[in-house]
C-alpha cells in the first residue's frame, strides 16, 4: 500500500472529502452546502476503491450522491425561503466544541489502537462475497433491515395522504 | 481465455489493442511501472473521449436526417453535399452566440452544470467492451457502475433548473429528478435480471457468457430487454418521455436559461447518452462485439458500433412516431407497470437459474426452454397487465352503435315548439 500512485490518490481524495465536508459548514449558500456534500460522498467513494473495495465504492456513490443528496435536495426544496441561510445561528460555539471533541477522540483511538493486519487477503470479487454474507451468517439482520425499510415506506405514505 | 501466444502483428487492426500492447510492452521495458499506467490510461482515455465526441457530432445529423424521413420531409440538405456539415453550422453557431448568465441565477452553479453533464456520460463509455480485449476499464462492477453513473445525472439537472431562477426551470428540474428517481428503481431490477443468467457484473463477463452459451440475453430475457429500453428512454429525457424538457410543455425545462455553447453542451450529452444507452443494451443484450462467429472475419468493434447504430435508430424511431406522455402518465407508468413487471421477471429468473444450477442441466437444454418460458412470460404479463391497470381500450366499441333514441322536438314543429 506503500506506491506512490496509492499514496497520491489517498491525499487527493482525503483532502476532496474532508475539505468539502468543511465546506459544507462554511458556505452559506445551502444549495451550494448540498453540493459540497455530495461532492464529500464521492471522496469517501474513491477511498473506499483504494481499498479494494469496489462493491461498496460503487454503492456509495448509487445510493448516497444519486438518492440520500437528491432527498435532501427535495427537503431543501419544500422548506421556506427564509430558512435557506447557512450561516445564521446561535449553535456554532458549542457545535465547535462538540466537533472538537468528537474528532480528538477519534484521532486518539485512530492512533492509540494496536491495529492488528489481517493475513487474510483482498477478496477477489466482493459483491458475491457481501451477498452470501447477507445471506447466511447476517439474514437475520438483513430482513429486519428490510422490515424496517418497509415500516418507513408505509408511515411516509401515511404522513402525507389526503383524507 | 485464449493462453497467450506470441504477440500479434500491431498492425492487426481486427484488435485495437495489439497496437497499445506493442507500445505497452516497449515502455514497460524501459520505464518504471507506474509510467505504463499513465500512458495506458492517456491513450484510452483520449481514444474513448475521440470516439464519443465524434459520435456527438455525428448523431447530430443522423438524428435531424432520419427524424425528417420518419415525418416525410428531407431533413438538413443546405449545409453540404446531404447536409452532412450541418453538425459544423450547427456547433459553430452554438458556439459563437453569447452565453448568458440570468442576472439572479447562482453563477458557480449555473456556469457548472452543463459540464459536470458531460461527466457521467463520458465517464460510462469507460466499461464497454469493444472488443475482445478491448475494454478500458474492465470493472468487476461493471453493470452497478454504469447504474451509479448515471444516477450522478439526477443532480446535475436539479443544478441546472435551481440555479436558472426561473418558475419553468425549477418546475423542469422538479419533473427531471421524480422521473429519474421513479425510473431508475425498475431500470436496475431490469439489469439485475440479466446479471442474474450471466453470473458476473463485468461487462466482458456477460458478453463472454453470451459468447460461451451462443445466447443473446435478449432470447433469455425479453422482459428485462424492453423494460430497460423504456426506463433508459426515460433516464436521458428522450420523447416519449421528454415532458421536463419539451419546449410546448415547459418552455425548455431545466435549460430554459441556457444559450450558446452551454445549450450545446446539453443537446450533445442528450445525443452522447442515447448512444450510451445503445452501448448498453448491445453489450448486455445482444451479446456485445461477438455476433454468432461473424467476429472473426469483421472486427468485433465495428460490430458493436454496427449495434449500438441499430439501437439508436430505434431510439429516433420511438421520438419520431409516438406522442409525449405527461408526467402523472410517466410516474404511474413507472410505478404501477413496470416495477411489478420487473420484479415477477425477477422472480421467475431466479427460479430457472436455481432450477438449472440445482439438477446440473446442460446450457443447450435449458436454454432454449428458458427462451420460449420467458418470451411467452413477457407477452403474457405485458399484455394481461395492460388490460388490468389502464384504460380498458379493448372494450371500447370497434364501430358506431345506437345506444338509445332521444327525443329531440324539431324547430317550427306543432307540438310545443315555440317559434
Known amino acids: ?163 | 481465455m485464449t493462453p497467450p501466444g506470441p504477440l500479434a502483428p500491431w498492425y492487426d487492426f481486427r484488435d485495437l489493442s495489439n497496437a497499445v500492447e506493442r507500445l505497452l510492452s516497449w515502455l514497460s521495458d524501459i520505464g518504471p511501472d507506474w509510467l505504463v499506467y499513465v500512458v495506458s490510461a492517456v491513450i484510452g482515455g483520449t481514444a474513448i473521449f475521440l470516439f464519443v465526441a465524434a459520435t456527438a457530432v455525428a448523431n447530430i445529423w443522423v438524428e435531424r436526417r432520419v427524424v425528417a424521413r420518419i415525418q416525410v420531409r428531407r431533413g438538413p440538405n443546405r449545409a453540404g453535399p446531404w447536409g452532412l456539415l450541418q453538425p459544423i453550422a450547427d456547433m459553430t453557431k452554438l458556439m459563437q452566440k453569447e452565453a448568458l448568465l440570468p442576472r439572479a441565477g447562482d453563477p458557480v452553479v449555473f456556469l457548472l452544470a452543463p459540464i459536470l453533464a458531460f461527466g457521467p456520460a463520458l465517464l460510462v463509455w469507460g466499461v464497454f467492451p469493444f472488443g475482445k480485449g478491448m475494454t478500458f476499464v474492465d470493472l468487476n462492477v461493471g453493470v452497478l457502475y454504469i447504474i451509479a453513473v448515471t444516477s450522478v445525472t439526477t443532480i446535475v439537472l436539479f443544478m441546472a433548473g435551481w440555479s436558472s431562477n426561473n418558475k419553468y426551470s425549477l418546475l423542469g428540474a422538479i419533473r427531471v429528478i421524480a422521473m429519474l428517481l421513479s425510473y431508475e428503481v425498475p431500470l436496475v431490477l431490469a439489469l439485475l435480471g440479466v446479471v442474474l443468467f450471466a453470473g458476473t457484473m463485468s461487462l466482458s463477463g456477460i458478453v463472454a457468457w453470451q459468447h460461451d452459451m451462443r445466447i443473446w440475453l435478449f432470447l433469455v430475457q425479453p422482459l428485462a430487454f424492453v423494460i430497460y429500453f423504456i426506463c433508459a428512454t426515460a433516464e436521458i429525457n428522450r420523447t416519449p418521455t421528454d415532458i421536463a424538457e419539451a419546449e410546448s410543455e415547459i418552455v425548455a425545462g431545466y435549460h430554459t436559461e441556457y444559450s450558446g455553447i452551454q445549450f450545446g453542451l446539453f443537446y450533445a450529452v442528450e445525443l452522447v447518452n442515447a448512444m450510451a444507452l445503445g452501448a448498453i443494451a448491445a453489450t448486455l443484450f445482444f451479446g456485445g462485439w461477438w455476433l454468432f462467429g461473424l467476429d472473426r472475419w469483421i472486427p468485433g468493434w465495428m460490430i458493436f458500433i454496427g449495434k449500438v447504430y441499430l439501437i439508436y435508430f430505434l431510439l429516433i424511431w420511438l421520438r419520431g412516431t409516438l406522442p409525449r406522455l405527461r408526467i402523472d402518465q410517466l410516474m404511474a407508468f413507472a410505478w404501477k407497470f413496470l416495477l411489478p413487471l420487473a420484479l415477477v421477471n425477477i422472480m421467475v429468473g431466479a427460479l430457472e437459474v436455481l432450477l438449472w444450477v440445482e439438477y446440473d442441466l446442460s446450457a443447450g437444454l435449458v436454454l432454449p426452454v428458458f427462451s420460449v418460458v420467458n418470451l411467452s412470460l413477457a407477452v403474457l404479463l405485458v399484455v394481461g397487465w395492460m388490460r388490468f391497470m389502464a384504460f380498458p381500450f379493448h372494450r371500447l366499441p370497434s364501430r358506431a352503435r345506437l345506444v338509445h333514441d332521444i327525443p329531440v322536438v324539431a324547430p317550427g314543429a306543432p307540438a310545443g315548439g315555440a317559434a
Open chain 1, 1 to 163: 500500500m506503500d506506491e506512490p500512485g496509492v499514496v497520491a490518490a489517498f491525499w487527493v481524495l482525503t483532502v476532496t472529502a474532508v475539505g468539502s465536508a468543511v465546506m459544507v459548514a462554511a458556505v452559506r449558500n445551502l444549495l451550494h452546502a448540498v453540493l459540497f456534500l455530495v461532492l464529500s460522498f464521492v471522496g469517501v467513494a474513491g477511498l473506499y476503491i483504494t481499498l479494494s473495495a469496489d462493491f461498496v465504492a460503487v454503492v456509495q456513490v448509487l445510493i448516497y450522491a444519486g438518492a440520500i443528496a437528491v432527498l435532501m435536495l427535495f427537503a431543501i426544496m419544500l422548506t421556506p425561503r427564509a430558512a435557506r441561510d447557512n450561516a445564521d445561528g446561535i449553535f456554532w460555539a458549542p457545535a465547535l466544541v462538540l466537533a472538537g471533541l468528537m474528532a480528538t477522540t477519534i484521532g486518539l483511538i485512530a492512533t492509540r489502537t494496536e491495529w492488528a493486519v489481517s493475513d487474510r487477503g483482498p477478496f477477489s470479487q466482493t459483491a458475491s462475497a457481501i451477498g452470501e454474507a447477507l445471506l447466511d451468517p447476517f439474514v437475520l439482520p438483513f430482513e429486519v433491515a428490510s422490515v424496517v425499510l418497509v415500516a418507513a415506506m408505509i408511515g411516509a405514505i401515511v404522513i402525507v395522504r389526503e383524507e
